[in-house]
């Protein structure tokens, strides 16, 4: 028998090539062990990424933690009511008037990151406190009421309200007419701040339609809207406080006898009872009845 020569050449080639995948094993395994220290985070890089960053994708879960993991994601929030919306609201006349002239636009943070209740309960709270009596002659005294549920404070509803009638160029520029709040007894008229529906059932006793959109005057009772007291309109964009002055000076305007005016000239002052949430006709925004200098600002009378 012949016996068969030994290859020492060819046996070291097998040895080394015996290590090479016991090295290539084991790197295989050490990676895969990485990997799952991690988290089996993988970072993807498509052909079409080129120039951009890197994208780590997730760890995929297995088919036992898809079933008994819940959703923790919140679903879509409601969109704010954010546009203070350039309607051409009806503004009625008398003394019960639907309007959205106020004043507050630069003060308000911008759109409401909650939606605006569109109704309430229709009961309402007093601000507490009063203030001394401005103006001559014997005050009117009112109250300021916040509808419960809307998460505006009364008072600051009442200190607006106070600093607007109290101004010079106000109501008290008649030389007659004089104002103080109260928060109990007798009164002369209520200012109530009230979601849509609430305003347009106040309104509708007075035979007005206010579409849940607009203010009004109407039986002793200031109605002034949520939306335009947040909101104010697409003439007031930057100055919402100045709108509210504009609703408080428009409605008890009504209270007090005046009737709807219109722009008397193009870049004039609109006047205070000019219907401005429909447009302002070539005049400038103005919230206030008078000027600095006493004079009533005004225009031709419309319905």
Known sequence: MT???????GNRRRKRSERSVK????????ALAAFAAVGGAVVAWLPSDAGRTSVALPPVESPAAQRTTGSTEPGPEPEADSDPDSDSDSDSDSDSDSDSDSEESSASPGPSTTPLPQSGPGTFVTAPGGSGRVGKGTPLRYRVEVEKGITISPEDVAEQVE?????????????HSAFQRVSSGPTDFRIRLATPATVDKFCAEGGLDTGGKVNCSVNHNVMVNLRRWVLATEFYPKDVVGYRSLIINHEVGHFLGHGHVTCP????????????????????PNVWPYDS???????????
Do not use: E, F
């Open 3 to 9: 016996a068969h020569k030994r290859n020492p050449t």
């Open 23 to 30: 090295s290539q094993l084991t790197g295989g395994l050490a």
């Open 163 to 175: 600093r607007t009638l109290a101004d010079p160029r106000g109501w008290t520029a008649d030389g």
């Open 265 to 284: 000239g193009k870049g004039q002052p609109a006047p205070a009872m000019m219907q401005q949430i429909k447009g302002l006709l070539g005049c400038v």
């Open 293 to 303: 200098d006493g004079r009533l600002l005004t225009g031709p009378s419309v319905p």
